[in-house]
């Protein structure tokens, strides 16, 4: 790795939460990731606008809804920043993919670049989806 990546690196760990372990970061995400589809699904029942089925389909119709409210500058009439959102949208993308493929799941893990610096991942195999 270069010194740019090294320290690219470096300063991508520095933003990550701490925690004093890896069970605690466990609880932390989980808890994070049913509470981000919960607002999902508690915006989706009362807007009617998306249904979060866990499909693939699904996934282009929650871009569509996205760069709707992008365009218009609408993400407060749903009562989210454009940032929360975003994280939003990314934990749902993490979820559908773990709900359709069987050798896919949420892992926590420690960054390699930082102690007691933990990612929220979607692994599938030998492969890591950043999701945090």
Known sequence: ??????????????????FSDISEAENYFISYKDNLLNILNT????KSIFSPDYTIESLKKLEKWYFDLYEKESFDKVGLTQTEFESIMSIYWGAVIVKNNEDAKWVVEEYAFSQKKYEF????RFIFYFNS
């Open 121 to 124: 991942l979607v692994s599938k």
């Open 1 to 18: 790795m270069s010194k740019y990546g090294i320290k690219a690196a470096i300063a991508y760990g520095e933003t990550l939460k701490e």
């Open 43 to 46: 915006i989706c029942t009362q």
